[in-house]
């Protein structure tokens, strides 16, 4: 893997991928983008995590989005093909077939907050600011944030967030739903494993199924979210972890599951 992303096993089943660009406050820079995917591919066929936390590196910064120095000497039809880059790349996070948890170490602005978006939760660490200022720059979110973050918290706090371009602190992201958890720095990455290590203990194809049926189902009505749950379930019944679930149930004890 390349040097600007990290990954490593932090405890059983649970990966730590980190954007290690610091120098640059992890801006989506495109050989950022490029060994962002190849890990996640890599990760998402090679790797048994139950869990995956996703960080930046440093204090100061989780990513701040694009790298407007790159895109300064770009062309008009350059700059909508990076934007698609990094919405494609959101993508992989937001399919990832484990759960995913943004822990927010820093500045979370513009793509670097449409990343976080992307995750499943998001843990924010009470020094840590968050928001998409595109229209600052006379252009809009355009890797997904219009669409996650108005489904995330609202119609009217999503537009109010990016008509005015203007971050909100930690409490205020945390009044708000943008993130289910608040942290001081110091224990952020604690925290996140501990919410992670609580994950991993589930079933992994259990795991695999809710995040199908919540993010598919989420999307459409009622009654064709209730036929994809209904499938979803169907997928878990034939699994050695459900078996093993009912038997450490009845002998009271910590099943021990394989993803089976």
């Given amino acids: ?57 440093g204090e100061k910064a989780f990513c701040a989005g694009a790298d407007l120095k790159e895109r300064k000497g770009m062309t008009e039809a350059q700059v909508i093909q990076t934007v698609e880059k990094i919405g494609r790349t ?77 971050p909100v602190d930690a409490d205020r992201a945390f009044a708000l739903g943008l993130v289910e958890h608040l942290s001081e720095p110091d224990n952020l990455l604690s925290e996140a494993k501990q919410l992670a290590g609580m994950i991993a203990e589930n079933g992994p194809v259990a795991l695999k199924e809710a995040k199908k049926a919540i993010q598919l189902g989420f999307q459409t009505d009622l009654t064709t979210g209730m036929e994809i749950e209904r499938l979803c379930y169907q997928n878990t019944i034939p699994t050695e972890d459900r078996l093993e679930g009912l ?13 089976k």
């Fill in 1 to 57: 893997m390349s040097d600007l992303i990290r990954v490593e096993e932090v405890q059983d089943h649970v990966g730590l991928l980190t954007l290690h660009r610091p120098e640059a406050a992890n801006a989506l820079s495109h050989e950022l983008l490029d060994a962002l995917r190849d890990s996640l591919v890599q990760l998402k066929t090679k790797e048994p995590y139950r869990a995956l936390i996703i960080t930046g590196a």
């Fill in 90 to 166: 959101i993508r992989l996070i937001e399919e990832f077939p484990a759960p995913t948890i943004a822990a927010v170490n820093g500045a979370a602005f513009g793509g670097g907050l449409e990343l976080a978006l992307g995750c499943d939760l998001r843990i924010m660490s009470t020094k840590a600011k968050a928001g998409l200022t595109e229209t600052s720059l006379a252009i809009i979110p355009g890797a997904g944030g219009t669409q996650r973050l108005t489904r995330l918290i609202g119609l009217g706090k999503a537009k109010e967030m990016i008509f005015t371009a203007k």
């Fill in 247 to 259: 038997q450490a149930f009845k002998e009271k004890r910590k099943p021990i599951y394989k993803g």
